[in-house]
C-alpha cells in the first residue's frame, strides 16, 4: 500500500507561482520504480494529466502548461514537486498526485485557485 499526501495548494493571483509536493510513504514499495503524475479536476470535468514523470526521468505535459510548469522527482525524499509559474484563472481546480507502479495509488488532492 501506498500513501500520497500532496501540500502547497493555496489560493494566488494571476502571474503568481505556486510549488505542488507529493510525499510517498508506505511499508512495500519503491518510489524510484514508480511513474508519477499531477492530474487535475474541476466540477463536472474529468480528471486531467497535467505532468508526468517517468521512473527513468521521462517527461510529458499537457499542451496548456507547457514552458508554465514543471515537473521533478527527489527518489531520496519519496517526493515528487509541481512548480506552476505565470498562473491562470483556468488552472484553478483541485490537483492530485498519482502514483503507478503495480497498482494505481491516488492522493486526496488540493486545491489551487488562481484569482483574475
Known amino acids: 500500500q501506498v500513501q500520497l499526501v500532496e501540500s502547497g495548494g493555496g489560493l494566488v493571483q494571476t502571474g503568481g507561482s505556486l510549488r505542488l509536493s507529493c510525499a510517498a510513504s508506505?511499508?512495500?514499495?519503491?518510489?524510484?520504480?514508480?511513474?508519477m503524475g499531477w492530474y487535475r479536476q474541476t466540477p463536472g470535468k474529468r480528471r486531467e494529466l497535467v505532468a508526468g514523470?517517468?521512473?527513468?526521468?521521462?517527461?510529458n505535459y499537457a499542451d496548456s502548461v507547457k514552458g508554465r510548469f514543471t515537473i521533478s522527482r527527489d527518489n531520496a525524499k519519496n517526493t515528487v514537486y509541481l512548480q506552476m509559474n505565470s498562473l491562470k484563472p483556468e488552472d484553478t481546480a483541485v490537483y492530485y498526485c498519482?502514483?503507478?507502479?503495480?497498482?494505481?495509488?491516488w492522493g486526496q488532492g488540493t486545491q489551487v485557485t488562481v484569482s483574475s
Open positions: 498519482r502514483a503507478q507502479g503495480v497498482y494505481v495509488y
Open positions: 508506505g511499508s512495500t514499495f519503491r518510489f524510484n520504480a514508480m511513474d
Open positions: 514523470i517517468t521512473s527513468g526521468g521521462t517527461l
